[in-house]
């Protein structure tokens, strides 16, 4: 019996599409079938790094009509709800870029329609599956540290300036989707700051400090307008400190340890000292993968084993209500704002490091395809996906012709 590779689809192949496609091309167990965008420049750009797809469309929907097992949505985030709505009702598992939606009512409403048609819906919070992030989760979740008192974090660059939505939209997923994944724990409030200094109204400066029910007090910078690239996140424990810097090549995490202890009012110098610790700094070991490699290979994962993401829905769902609130507080010149829902927190939600199996999602039986061609990965794929009306012959038909005209 010879099972067949994931059938997949890639939506919107601008600036971060061709990384997702070059990603799961280079994977043995997917065949990427098609991709779509609505731009013909695109597809012609991505046809000569992808000459195996067999559609290249401008309309997404003949994602619907191919025979695929799942897609991925890498348009920009206003369009996720609508297209991952499409999906889900298509009976298809779904991989959306961050953030899940724009809207959080959005988001909730994909998270309970993915639960409801045991569907796979994962975000594409990359943090989460950066190594030495996971590092770094291990190190805090072991106690080296501490109690957790603070974490700061920056994201700042020349970056790329989006038309319509802030450096908020842009740039926080990243961050609030680390915070959540390093704390397991969601925030309860926001404040945030922002000017808009290229675009009129749209933010490429935002600071964010966020407030945590542990106690724990969160600060995020993001900019789009800085001369140099950072990406650093510092996190500050009773007992050390870490730091995580995601451009160092090698040493990505250094835990100091050092710390202060109460000080007490002394006159001596000595006295004054002896509340101050100072010992090694350490870099601890950290297998390097390219976190969307990882990232990928948990989404094909959870299809086949037909599992609950690390960042799934409610992942989703917690990033937008946390944004939401930070543009409420915005607008109110960085006044606190509750995050919402924040009654439910996030320790509500399932481990990810115990058993995501969902109970309700179709269980795997062997399923029986025709050969598929050397090199094509043995897989079991779960035989109650709802049927779609196109055979599969579609795709082949298409393969080799141009760009569609809508
Ligand atoms: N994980 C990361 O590090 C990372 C980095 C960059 C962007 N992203 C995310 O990836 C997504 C895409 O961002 P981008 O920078 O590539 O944007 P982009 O604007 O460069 O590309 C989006 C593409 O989607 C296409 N598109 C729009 N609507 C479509 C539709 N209905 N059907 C088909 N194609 C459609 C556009 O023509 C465009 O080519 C966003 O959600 C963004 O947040 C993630």
Known sequence: MQSRPLRLGLIGCGYWGPNLARTFLEM????LELIADRDPDRLDRIRSRAPLVGVLTTDHRRAFESDLDAVVISTPPETHFEIAREALLEGLDVFVEKPLATR??????????????????????IGAYNPAVQ???TTIRAGELGQIRYIDAIRVGLGLFHPRLNVIWDLAPHDISILLYLLDEAPTTVSAHGIACIEESVEDLAYLTMRFASGILAHVRLSWLDPSKTRRVTVVGSRRMAIYDDLEPHEKIKIYDKRVSSIRPSETYADFQFAYHYGSVVSPYVELEEPLRSECSHFVECVLERTRPITDGRNGVRVVQTIEAAQRSLRKAGVEVPVADEESSFRDLPDPASSRRLAHLPSLVPLSVASEGEGASVLELPTDVPTRTVARGASSELAGRGPEAG
């Open 28 to 31: 043995p167990e997917v065949s």
């Open 135 to 137: 590092a770094l989760r």
């Open 104 to 125: 959080s009512d959005e988001a909730l409403e994909l998270t309970e329609m993915a639960d409801d048609l045991g569907r796979v819906l994962m975000v594409g919070h």
